[in-house]
């Protein structure tokens, strides 16, 4: 399984951007998704995540300007991310929990980031 992120770039505040993860290789279960971030000197924290069924959990952060949404036939994944702000600056990370088969475990995985900079 392999989750390939795509979409940062450099933006002024005030605008968007939209990051898409597409998911690939073979696998019994997609779980959950989500997006983390990380800047630098910081942890990695939660941005967002969508549940199959299509919960989704905001960081109090970005709450109300990003939205997650989830490509369930198409095992995509994105984010769209208004009204940006320059604390809003960082690698981009799209995560994925995988069942492999039906008697394994949910497995984590992990793209390659994407950056994401906005300037003031």
């Known amino acids: 399984v392999q989750l390939q992120a795509f979409g940062g770039g450099l933006v002024q505040a005030g605008g968007s951007l939209r990051l898409s993860c597409a998911l690939s290789?073979?696998?019994?279960?997609?779980?959950?998704m989500g997006w983390y971030r990380q800047s630098p000197g910081n942890e990695r924290e939660l941005v967002a995540t969508?549940?199959?069924?299509?919960?989704?959990r905001y960081a109090n952060s970005v709450n109300g300007r990003f939205t997650i949404s989830r490509d369930n036939a198409k095992n995509t994944l994105d984010l769209q991310m208004n009204s940006l702000k320059p604390e809003d600056t960082a690698v981009y990370y799209c995560?994925?929990?995988?069942?492999?088969?039906?008697?394994?475990?949910?497995?984590?995985?992990w793209g390659r980031g994407t950056q994401v900079t906005v300037s003031s």
């Open positions: 969508i549940t199959p069924l299509g919960s989704t």
């Open positions: 290789g073979s696998f019994f279960r997609l779980n959950t």
């Open positions: 995560n994925a929990y995988v069942l492999q088969n039906p008697s394994s475990v949910n497995t984590e995985y």
